[in-house]
T-cell receptor
Framework: GQNIDQPTEMTATEGAIVQINCTYQ??????LFWYQQHAGEAPTFLSY??LDGLEEKGRFSSFLSRSKGYSYLLLKELQMKDSASYLC??????????WGAGTKLIIKP | GAVVSQHPSRVICKSGTSVKIECRSL??????MFWYRQFPKQSLMLMAT?????????EQGVEKDKFLINHASLTLSTLTVTSAHPEDSSFYIC???????????FGPGTRLTVL
């Protein structure tokens, strides 16, 4: 079956760095997405990786290793507004988006 | 990024009534639109996938006669919850994408409360 694993919850301190990991086993691979979802709101797109390596976008970076079925989202200089759930999703061979359950990130002052 | 609107943002209705939710892609043509449901503190659950001009594909366990989906144009999809019951109360979110390898852009969601 298809499976995406990410930690349920993480806690970090304002100003620090946090890495949210995602491992996946899917039938085929056409890219991996990270979304941010604040409580009570719809998800918003953060990043898309289809090739191995690191993609940097401001304070957020996303890394992909296809051979390991692994990705991480790196958040630097954490701000209180970064408290949200972070969803990892993989586009499989049928271009279906397979969602992880999300990682709730709690930022403490 | 692309913009997807959803209307209404919040609706409260009586049990047994039907509710229609609209999802529009404002600045791109969405060949595929998706409808999700999310219960409090739970992950997104895909309900159905719809391609413009064809019937929606429903996920296992989702009643197609209860959740009617119409994707009549490249910019509009509607979800109608027929004969709504309190257990249908949830956050309904649509998303749209232009091509299979594109990211999905999400609407702001519709919070449905059935009394």
């Amino acid at each position: 079956g298809q499976n995406i694993d990410q930690p349920t919850e993480m806690t970090a301190t304002e100003g620090a760095i946090v890495q949210i990991n995602c491992t996946y086993q899917t039938s085929g691979f056409n890219g991996l997405f990270w979304y941010q979802q604040h409580a009570g709101e719809a998800p918003t797109f953060l990043s898309y990786n289809v090739l191995d390596g690191l993609e940097e976008k401001g304070r957020f970076s996303s890394f992909l290793s296809r051979s390991k079925g692994y990705s991480y989202l790196l958040l630097k200089e954490l701000q209180m507004k970064d408290s949200a759930s972070y969803l990892c999703a993989v586009l499989d061979s049928n271009y279906q988006l397979i969602w992880g359950a999300g990682t709730k990130l709690i930022i403490k002052p | 990024g692309a913009v997807v609107s959803q209307h209404p943002s919040r609706v409260i209705c009586k049990s047994g009534t039907s509710v229609k939710i609209e999802c529009r892609s404002l600045d791109f043509q969405a060949t595929t639109m998706f409808w999700y449901r999310q219960f409090p503190k739970q992950s997104l659950m895909l309900m159905a996938t719809s391609n413009e001009g064809s019937k929606a594909t429903y996920e296992q366990g989702v009643e197609k006669d209860k959740f009617l989906i119409n994707h009549a144009s490249l910019t509009l999809s509607t979800l109608t919850v027929t004969s709504a019951h309190p257990e249908d109360s949830s956050f309904y979110i649509c998303s749209a994408r232009a091509r299979p390898d594109n990211e999905q852009f999400f609407g702001p969601g519709t919070r449905l409360t059935v009394l």
